[in-house]
């Protein structure tokens, strides 16, 4: 069973750098799009950044140009880079990835931005 691990979220100022990870392991099979997710308190899950099969990097209006989304497949990794934070991008972030054939969901447990001064 495949699993996804995130790290790298914490406490930073606004205008401020994150720098997320997400780690594959297991058996999660030829990949359709993996990205990231956040929820903030009492709001949806929504979508960050999303990149396909193809590569092609999907990002929210609101953090355009602010967000990179970038993988590393030897590695199995992906990253989200955050910059110019704001409190409002305050969540749990999470790691998504979607099996091609299946269409089988993967999530990691999350991990919290918090963006206070």
């Known amino acids: 069973q495949g699993q996804l691990v995130e790290s790298g979220g914490g406490l930073v100022q606004p205008g401020g750098s994150l720098r997320l990870s997400c780690a594959a392991s297991g058996s999660i099979g030829r990949i359709k799009s993996t990205g990231w997710y956040r929820q903030a308190p009492g709001k949806e899950r929504e979508l960050v950044a999303l990149?396909?099969?193809?590569?092609?990097?999907i990002y929210a209006d609101s953090v355009k140009g602010r967000f990179t989304i970038s993988r590393d497949n030897a590695k199995n990794t992906i990253y989200l880079q955050m910059n110019s934070l704001k409190p409002e991008d305050t969540a749990v972030y999470y790691c998504?990835?979607?099996?091609?054939?299946?269409?089988?969901?993967?999530w990691g447990q999350g991990t919290q931005v918090t963006v206070s001064s």
């Open positions: 998504n990835t979607i099996n091609y054939y299946t269409n089988l969901a993967f």
């Open positions: 990149i396909s099969s193809a590569g092609n990097p």
